[in-house]
């Protein structure tokens, strides 16, 4: 592969990638599959998947939990809503998936880190 053409599949790779996250923070709380970003972007899912990979070192689908779990933290912090609502609106539709992996990235559960968060104020 050329130099150029190297430049070039870089650049395609970073406005997909750009694309692809722009897409999940928008519809984070929607059902987002791998076909469903096929059909959004109309590229193969392993295309995307390296093209997130190259540029953001995870998967579209990693990044999705990534930040459905950012979103969760901030109305954890910033509404008194129940676990299950806030799982619900971040688009984990079983709260005990969303529980689980909110302890594996936080090493607390959601009202663990609520609370811990409410005392340090």
């Known amino acids: 592969m050329s130099a150029s053409s190297r430049q070039y599949s870089n650049v395609t790779a970073i406005r997909l990638a750009e694309q692809i996250e722009l897409f999940i923070r928008q519809n984070y709380a929607s059902d987002i599959t791998n076909s469903v970003l096929q059909k959004k972007m109309n590229y193969h899912p392993n295309y995307l998947a390296k093209a997130m990979l190259k ?3 995870m998967t ?4 999705l939990q990534y930040y459905r779990l ?3 933290k901030r ?3 910033q509404t008194a809503w129940s676990i299950a609502r ?3 609106e971040v688009g984990f539709h079983h ?3 969303f529980s ?3 302890y594996k990235k936080e090493g607390l559960s959601p009202s663990g880190f609520r609370s811990k968060f409410a005392k340090e104020r």
Do not use: K, N, R, W
């Open 100 to 102: 689980t992996c909110f």
């Open 55 to 57: 540029v953001y070192g």
């Open 70 to 72: 950012e979103q969760s």
């Open 95 to 97: 709260v005990s998936h």
């Open 86 to 88: 806030i799982a619900d």
């Open 75 to 77: 109305l954890l912090l």
């Open 60 to 63: 579209p689908m990693t990044y």
